[in-house]
């Protein structure tokens, strides 16, 4: 045996115990928290090219991307899942605002039904924090100040949503047609989201301050 | 005549798969092109300066059906002057915790040799070390298993194992020369791993390992060490990697070395300056043993492309007063 082949041995013999250990230390951790799509986007996608907007495909080409993607990012199955419910699930969101009026989801349509039903028994801003910290958080920040780890490289950059004058004066219909459609590079919700829940992120919206 | 077949031949298939990517069936199953090239205006400091239009390559990806998916790249270089197929692989992605991929596929050792397209490299050109020493852009005809396990909230181990045809050529030969080994020269096959750790607090960690016979008949081996290291946090990024090729050769074992370090930061969305060092060593005082320092930035008109503006340092490590310095410009897109 080359004294190379040995020195080749060593060293995957200690990759391998290394390998090893780590998998024990961590396992636990793991079935415990499963990331959202949102923020496997924002965690992964920068970390190799600048990321691309979540309107630069629609559902069907999302769905060829995000396997190419999560191949050469090496990412889990589980987030691969998320990371495709989450793209191409804001894909046929946007499509389906699209078909349904013009890129606007009216409140008369099916869909503007249910957020009426919805309001009617909501909305808790702290269930709408949690969804938000999940959905949102990633581009908007966890205070809505628009710094998510994903908002570096994002152009246009995300908005303040503490800022008066800005989501403060939009009503709430506004607040869930955007919500659920999306905008300017914002992914839609209305195929990941209930109607309760984006009256809950609303609801949390409202009690974001500067 | 050879190479001029094949160049006809990567032409029609470029042209073929592009046209049934938008126009056939096939873009309902899935199918679509990608792509990236790069043009650049290089001014060296001892000589004429020049356009390049460096790269044009397009990318067939497809989720063909259920859990199979297809794709390929096609590289046409320097104005056409040099078409070659950089990979074409089968990925099949059904099992939980390993994805396996047959064809010719970019060998996944380390970092840049993935990760060297021009729209995602901050910097133009090759770090020292990645071209001689690790043949970047290296990839091979074989299999590839890899896969990841969970490892707490958004992290993960990421795992890589490959067998591949691997390098072949002279004793102590150039390893770059060795690369195409696209119908096995003998029964040696190549085998190769890389081990990696990805936080949710911006670490990405790795270590690689390639080895195999790249002389029968002499029954010379070469063996490729590795270690890529990554931290990203809030528009700021470092990076570095190192890579060591054990060669044997008739006069003893030849060790070469190669290492970069980089360093970025997102000023605003549209700008990010950057600055980079790299190195390779070869055995003795070679005057290949070569350093270099890129400064400059990069513009962001969209999230597809750049112009990068960058001055090169390039100097000898033992003759530090040869120098071959580079002014380079680099519109560069991804799409």
Same mark, same amino acid.
């Given at each position: 045996?080359?004294?190379?082949?040995?020195?080749?041995?060593?060293?995957?013999?200690?990759?391998? +115990?290394?390998?090893?250990?780590?998998?024990? #230390?961590?396992?636990?951790?793991?079935?415990?928290?499963?990331?959202? /799509?949102?923020?496997?986007?924002?965690?992964? &996608?920068?970390? &190799?090219?600048? =990321?691309?907007? +979540?309107?630069?495909?629609?559902?069907?080409?999302?769905?060829?991307?995000?396997?190419?993607?999560?191949?050469?990012?090496?990412?889990?199955? *589980?987030?691969?899942?998320?990371?495709?419910?989450?793209?191409?699930?804001?894909?046929?969101?946007?499509?389906?605002?699209?078909?349904?009026?013009?890129?606007?989801?009216?409140?008369?349509?099916?869909?503007?039904?249910?957020?009426?039903?919805?309001?009617?028994?909501? &909305?808790?801003?702290?269930?709408?924090?949690?969804?938000?910290?999940?959905?949102?958080?990633?581009?908007?920040?966890?205070?809505?100040?628009? *710094?998510?780890?994903?908002? $570096?490289?994002?152009?246009?950059?995300?908005?303040?949503?503490?800022?008066? /004058?800005? +989501?403060?004066?939009?009503?709430?219909?506004?607040?869930?047609?955007?919500?659920?459609?999306?905008?300017?590079?914002?992914?839609?919700?209305?195929?990941?989201?209930?109607?309760?829940?984006?009256?809950?992120?609303?609801?949390?919206? @409202?009690?974001?301050?500067? | 005549?050879?190479?001029?077949?094949?160049?006809?031949?990567?032409? &029609?298939?470029?042209?073929?798969?592009?046209?049934?990517?938008?126009?056939?069936?096939?873009?309902?199953?899935?199918?679509?092109?990608?792509?990236?090239?790069?043009?650049?205006?290089?001014?060296?400091?001892?000589?004429?300066?020049?356009?390049?239009?460096?790269?044009?390559?397009?990318?067939?990806?497809?989720?063909? @059906?259920?859990?199979?998916?297809?794709?390929?790249?096609?590289?046409?270089?320097?104005?056409?002057?040099?078409?070659? #197929?950089?990979?074409?692989?089968?990925?099949?992605?059904?099992?939980?915790?390993?994805?396996?991929?047959?064809?010719?596929?970019?060998?996944?050792?380390?970092?840049?040799?993935?990760?060297?397209?021009?729209?995602?490299?901050?910097?133009?050109?090759?770090?020292?070390?990645?071209?001689? =020493?690790?043949?970047?852009?290296?990839?091979?005809?074989?299999?590839?298993?890899?896969?990841?396990?969970?490892?707490?909230?958004?992290?993960?181990?990421?795992?890589?194992?490959?067998?591949?045809?691997?390098?072949?050529?002279?004793?102590?030969?150039?390893?770059?020369?060795?690369?195409?080994?696209?119908?096995? =020269?003998?029964?040696?096959?190549? =085998?190769?791993? @890389?081990?990696?750790?990805?936080?949710?607090?911006?670490?990405?960690?790795?270590?690689?390992?390639?080895?195999?016979?790249?002389?029968?008949?002499?029954?010379?081996?070469?063996?490729?060490?590795?270690?890529?290291? $990554?931290?990203?946090?809030?528009?700021?990024?470092?990076?570095?990697?190192?890579?060591?090729?054990?060669?044997?050769?008739?006069? !003893?074992?030849?060790?070469?070395?190669?290492?970069?370090?980089?360093?970025?930061?997102? #000023?605003?969305?549209?700008?990010?300056? $950057?600055?980079?060092?790299?190195?390779?060593?070869?055995? !003795?005082?070679?005057?290949?043993?070569?350093?270099?320092?890129?400064?400059?930035?990069?513009?962001?008109?969209? *999230?597809?492309?750049?112009?990068? #503006?960058?001055? @090169?340092?390039?100097?000898?490590?033992? +003759?530090?007063?040869?120098?071959?310095?580079?002014?380079?410009?680099?519109?560069?897109?991804?799409?």
């Amino acid at each position: 045996m080359s004294l190379a082949r040995q020195h080749t041995q060593q060293w995957a013999g200690r990759w391998a +115990v290394a390998a090893l250990a780590l998998a024990v #230390l961590v396992a636990p951790a793991t079935a415990q928290q499963k990331a959202s /799509g949102a923020e496997v986007w924002s965690s992964n &996608c920068g970390r &190799c090219h600048r =990321v691309r907007a +979540v309107d630069a495909y629609d559902a069907r080409q999302w769905e060829t991307v995000v396997t190419h993607m999560a191949l050469a990012a090496r990412l889990t199955y *589980d987030e691969t899942q998320a990371v495709r419910e989450f793209l191409v699930g804001s894909a046929r969101a946007r499509q389906a605002g699209s078909a349904a009026n013009g890129g606007q989801v009216a409140a008369s349509t099916a869909n503007g039904g249910l957020f009426i039903e919805a309001a009617a028994r909501c &909305c808790d801003p702290k269930v709408g924090a949690s969804i938000f910290k999940a959905q949102c958080a990633a581009c908007h920040g966890q205070a809505g100040k628009g *710094d998510g780890p994903a908002a $570096t490289a994002l152009n246009p950059r995300p908005p303040d949503l503490r800022a008066a /004058g800005r +989501v403060a004066e939009l009503p709430d219909d506004s607040l869930v047609q955007v919500i659920t459609a999306g905008r300017r590079g914002m992914p839609g919700y209305g195929k990941t989201l209930s109607a309760e829940q984006i009256q809950e992120v609303v609801a949390f919206i @409202r009690t974001l301050k500067p | 005549m050879r190479a001029a077949m094949a160049k006809k031949a990567a032409v &029609c298939l470029g042209g073929m798969l592009a046209l049934a990517a938008t126009t056939s069936p096939a873009a309902g199953q899935g199918l679509m092109v990608t792509g990236y090239g790069n043009m650049e205006f290089v001014a060296p400091q001892g000589g004429k300066s020049t356009f390049d239009a460096h790269n044009l390559n397009l990318i067939v990806i497809g989720q063909l @059906r259920g859990d199979l998916f297809a794709a390929g790249e096609i590289e046409y270089e320097h104005g056409g002057e040099e078409i070659a #197929l950089e990979y074409a692989y089968l990925a099949f992605t059904r099992w939980k915790y390993v994805n396996v991929v047959a064809g010719k596929f970019i060998v996944p050792f380390g970092s840049f040799n993935v990760n060297h397209p021009a729209w995602i490299n901050k910097v133009p050109g090759r770090p020292f070390g990645f071209d001689r =020493v690790l043949p970047a852009t290296y990839s091979d005809v074989g299999l590839l298993l890899r896969g990841a396990l969970a490892a707490g909230y958004l992290s993960r181990v990421t795992w890589d194992a490959w067998i591949v045809n691997g390098l072949a050529g002279a004793p102590g030969g150039d390893l770059r020369g060795m690369r195409d080994n696209l119908l096995d =020269v003998d029964a040696n096959k190549a =085998v190769g791993g @890389r081990l990696g750790y990805v936080s949710r607090v911006g670490f990405d960690l790795g270590a690689s390992i390639h080895t195999g016979t790249y002389n029968d008949s002499l029954a010379l081996d070469v063996t490729f060490l590795g270690a890529d290291a $990554t931290f990203q946090k809030a528009g700021f990024e470092v990076k570095g990697e190192w890579v060591q090729a054990t060669q044997q050769a008739a006069a !003893g074992d030849q060790k070469k070395r190669g290492y970069y370090a980089q360093a970025s930061y997102l #000023l605003i969305p549209q700008m990010e300056p $950057t600055v980079r060092f790299s190195q390779m060593e070869f055995p !003795g005082d070679s005057p290949r043993d070569l350093r270099e320092f890129s400064f400059g930035f990069s513009v962001y008109p969209s *999230d597809l492309g750049a112009l990068r #503006l960058f001055y @090169r340092v390039n100097k000898q490590v033992t +003759v530090p007063e040869v120098r071959d310095n580079q002014f380079i410009a680099q519109l560069t897109v991804g799409f």
